[in-house]
C-alpha cells in the first residue's frame, strides 16, 4: 500500500475582521495548541478519523471559539450545538454522521463519532440529548461568561445581529470580551490515503429555536476518498451553495483542488455570501478559501506549518501543494 504524508487543516471561524488586531496571536496560539498535538498523532501513525475527532475536542474546549464550551446562544437563551463527521478512502464509502442542536455536553464530535457506526446516522434534537444520556455524557453548561453579555447585550437590541461576534461581525462588544469566533472544523489525509472532515458548531447566535446549522450536514462537512471540506461562515449562505459537498464533487470530477475551491467562491462571492472553507485533496493539496474578510485556518503538511489569519480581505483562494 502506498505511504502518503500526513496533511492536516483545521479553522476556527470566518468573518469580518477583528476590531482589535491583537486578537490575531490570541487566535493563532490557540488554532496551534490543536494544529501540533493532533500533526504528532497523524505522524506517529493515527488515522485521519481519529485526528479529525481529537482535533475538535480540543477546538471544543477553547472556549474562544463558537463550539462546544464558548458556544453562541440561541435567543431563547438556551446553547445548541451540531457537528459532524465523514471519513472516505478508496477501501471504504464515505459514511456521514452528525447530531444536531444538542444541549449539555461537552464535545458534540464525540457524539457524531459515535454515530458512525450506528444504523441511524444523524440525531436531532431531544433525540440527540436522549443519545448523550444513553451514552452516559457527562452533563456540561458550555455557556462562558463572554457569550452570556453578548447574548445580554444582543437581547437588549431585539436581536438585531445576524451572527455572533466575527462570524458576521456584530457590534464590537468591550476589549475584554472580544475574542468570539466561530465554527471549528478538521480536515486530515492520514498515511493510508483516508480522508476525514469534522464540523462542530453552536450555531450562528440568537437564531430561532429549531433552526439547523449547515455543519452538521453535507453543505458544512463532507468527504469522499478524492477529498474534505469544513465550511464556515453564516450557515443558510453555505446550505444555499452546498458548498462542502460542491467542492468536492467538482474534485471528484477532475478539478485541481485550487479550481474547485475558486469556482466555488467566485459562485458565492457573487451571490454576496459570507463564508469560508478548508480542504485537502486526495494528492495531498491543502486548501482553504473564503469570501470574508477572514478566514481562521492553520495547516501542517507533514514538515511545516502556517495560517491565514492575515490573509487579505476579500474573496481569495490558495492552495499549498502535495
Ligand atoms: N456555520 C454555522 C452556522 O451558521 O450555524
Known amino acids: 500500500?502506498?505511504?502518503?504524508?500526513?496533511?492536516?487543516?483545521?479553522?476556527?471561524?470566518?468573518?469580518?475582521?477583528?476590531?482589535?488586531?491583537?486578537?490575531?496571536?490570541?487566535?493563532?496560539?490557540?488554532?496551534?495548541?490543536?494544529?501540533?498535538p493532533v500533526m504528532d498523532e497523524l505522524l506517529a501513525g493515527a488515522s485521519s478519523l481519529d485526528a479529525v475527532v481529537m482535533g475538535c475536542r480540543l477546538l471544543e474546549d477553547d472556549p474562544i471559539f463558537n463550539a462546544g464550551t464558548g458556544s453562541a446562544i440561541q435567543s431563547d437563551g438556551i446553547v445548541r450545538m451540531s457537528a459532524a463527521l465523514m471519513q472516505a478512502s478508496k477501501q471504504r464509502s464515505p459514511t456521514f454522521s452528525g447530531v444536531i442542536n444538542v444541549e449539555q455536553v461537552r464535545h458534540p464530535i464525540d457524539m457524531a463519532a459515535f454515530l458512525q457506526s450506528d444504523r441511524d446516522r444523524v440525531l436531532a434534537g431531544n433525540g440527540a440529548s436522549l443519545l448523550a444520556r444513553e451514552l452516559n455524557l457527562e452533563l456540561?453548561?458550555?455557556?462562558?461568561?463572554?457569550?452570556?453579555?453578548?447574548?445580554?447585550?444582543?437581547?437588549?437590541?431585539?436581536?438585531?445581529?445576524?451572527?455572533?461576534?466575527?462570524?458576521?461581525?456584530?457590534?464590537?462588544?468591550?476589549?475584554?470580551?472580544?475574542?468570539?469566533?466561530?465554527?471549528?472544523?478538521?480536515?486530515?489525509?492520514?498515511?493510508?490515503?483516508?480522508?476525514?472532515?469534522?464540523?462542530?458548531?453552536?450555531?450562528?447566535?440568537?437564531?430561532?429555536?429549531?433552526?439547523?446549522s449547515d455543519s452538521a450536514t453535507p453543505a458544512g462537512n463532507y468527504a469522499t476518498e478524492f477529498a474534505g471540506v469544513s465550511s464556515t461562515g453564516i450557515g443558510?449562505?453555505?446550505?444555499?451553495?452546498?458548498?462542502?459537498?460542491?467542492?468536492?464533487?467538482?474534485?471528484?470530477?477532475?478539478?485541481?483542488?485550487?479550481?474547485?475551491?475558486e469556482k466555488s467562491m467566485r459562485e458565492s462571492q457573487a451571490r454576496e455570501h459570507m463564508l469560508g472553507a478548508i480542504a485537502i485533496s486526495h494528492d495531498g493539496c491543502i486548501g482553504w478559501a473564503k469570501t470574508s474578510d477572514i478566514l481562521l485556518a492553520a495547516y501542517h503538511d507533514g514538515t511545516t506549518y502556517a495560517d491565514t489569519i492575515d490573509l487579505p480581505h476579500g474573496t481569495i483562494t490558495q492552495v499549498h501543494e502535495g
Open 1 to 36: 500500500m502506498t505511504t502518503h504524508t500526513p496533511k492536516l487543516i483545521i479553522h476556527g471561524g470566518a468573518g469580518r475582521a477583528f476590531a482589535d488586531p491583537s486578537r490575531a496571536e490570541i487566535v493563532r496560539a490557540s488554532l496551534n495548541r490543536a494544529l501540533l
Open 140 to 212: 456540561h453548561d458550555p455557556i462562558v461568561e463572554r457569550r452570556l453579555i453578548e447574548w445580554l447585550r444582543e437581547r437588549g437590541l431585539d436581536f438585531a445581529a445576524d451572527a455572533v461576534d466575527v462570524v458576521a461581525g456584530a457590534p464590537t462588544p468591550e476589549p475584554e470580551h472580544e475574542h468570539g469566533t466561530g465554527t471549528i472544523g478538521v480536515v486530515a489525509l492520514d498515511s493510508s490515503g483516508a480522508i476525514a472532515a469534522g464540523t462542530s458548531t453552536g450555531g450562528r447566535g440568537f437564531e430561532r429555536v429549531g433552526r439547523v
Open 236 to 261: 443558510e449562505d453555505i446550505l444555499d451553495a452546498c458548498l462542502s459537498a460542491r467542492v468536492v464533487v467538482r474534485v471528484s470530477d477532475g478539478f485541481s483542488l485550487h479550481d474547485a475551491l
